[in-house]
């Protein structure tokens, strides 16, 4: 589906574009059993590894490729073409929504609009209320081609059309989950999101990129008990301490020849001794990632096999990954289940020079 709309700037703002016009390319997405599935559990798992709601936010072709393979090997079989074919990260920024829920659920685009430097998409979930049958559990999302803007505001609302009640109608849905991205905002998946860092903006051929990684929260959830998103004031992660290093995070960087690297260095899954610990990371207390040795915090590229002797621009993002568990899913401690998904920070781009 495209939707085209003509957009008129503000007089007298800042930034203020041109009247243009644009178009919003979607593509919706499913993974879910079949009744006589071998696996019916493939939806549940594919919510472990991806998260159970959230919004992706991807600016380059780095990470599409990445969350791409990660869709697709967690169940979804792709259509043949859509309408985000090839597309140019250079003026488009892709946008998926998710959720793990039910199969009755279902995406909508409610209404867009984009004046000046900001782009607002209010979005839909339909759910059905079943009272015959259990619910057929369906990790289900919808992802939007738009116009890259300096920033981007996203909201979904939840009604049930089918079973009355308060909220029977897309004009009386109530508002679950909204929250802002502007150019330096990576994914936000149950309320965590990731952000790197570095006091480099030019480096030397050769010389090292050292990096921080940080992982906060935002309170986009606005209700307590929600089909969409749950409202909670924070989500465990692991502390990243290991005896050997706890591989939970990585670096896809693409180097000015337009190579992309996935650096992360080999998993390391058996907690023989020093397993990691859940720690709780809220909008007030963000944790930044541990490195392999005790007592630094900053990750070393050149460690993980990056040489930076071409020169030119190096685009980095970082990617956090944790296997949570969806079904039966036990409390570690102050009530929050340990968290679960695949989670891209925001991009820097470092310059190599003379």
């Known amino acids: ?22 178009k919003i390319g979607q593509l919706d997405g499913k993974i879910s059993a079949e009744p006589d599935s071998p696996d019916p559990s493939v939806s549940a798992k594919a919510a472990a590894k991806l998260g159970t709601n959230g919004v992706w936010i991807v600016r380059n072709s780095a990470r599409w490729d990445q969350l791409y393979a990660a869709l697709t090997e967690s169940g979804w079989t792709p259509p043949k073409t859509s309408e985000l074919d090839k597309i140019d990260f250079s003026s488009t920024t892709l946008v998926g929504v998710f959720c793990y829920a039910d199969l009755g659920q279902k995406f909508s685009l409610r209404k867009h609009k984009l004046a000046n430097i900001t782009l607002e998409l209010d979005l839909l979930m339909s759910y059905v209320i079943f009272k015959s049958h259990a619910p057929h559990p369906s990790f289900q999302f919808t992802l ?56 480099q903006a030019k480096i030397a051929p050769g010389q090292d990129i050292s990096l921080l990684f940080e992982l906060g929260y935002r309170e986009a959830a606005q209700v307590p008990d929600g089909r969409f998103a749950t409202k909670a004031a924070g989500v465990q992660v692991w502390d990243g301490k290991y005896s050997e290093g706890y591989r939970n995070h990585a670096f896809l960087v693409t180097t000015p020849d337009g190579q992309t690297r996935w650096l992360r260095p080999e998993v390391q899954d058996k907690w023989d001794k020093n397993a990691p610990h859940p720690v709780r990371v809220t909008a007030a207390k963000p944790y930044a990632l541990p490195n392999w040795a005790e007592g630094s915090r900053h990750k070393s590229l050149k460690e993980l096999g990056l040489d930076t002797a071409q020169p030119g621009k190096y685009v980095i ?38």
């Open 144 to 199: 939007f081609a738009v116009p890259r803007t300096k920033q981007l505001k996203v909201s979904v609302s939840t009604y049930h059309p089918h079973n009355g009640g308060k909220y029977e109608t897309p004009e009386t849905a109530a508002l679950e989950w909204q929250a802002e991205f502007g150019e330096d905002s990576g994914d936000v998946i149950e309320g965590l999101t990731g952000k790197i860092s570095s006091s």
């Open 317 to 354: 993002t970082g990617v956090y990954m944790e296997l949570g568990r969806v079904d039966d899913k036990p409390p570690l401690r102050d009530g929050a289940a340990l968290w679960g998904g695949n989670l891209a920070t925001n991009t820097l781009i470092i310059e190599v020079a003379p």
């Open 1 to 22: 589906m495209s939707v085209p709309a003509a957009v008129q700037a503000a007089p007298g703002e800042s930034d203020v574009v041109p009247p243009i016009e644009y």
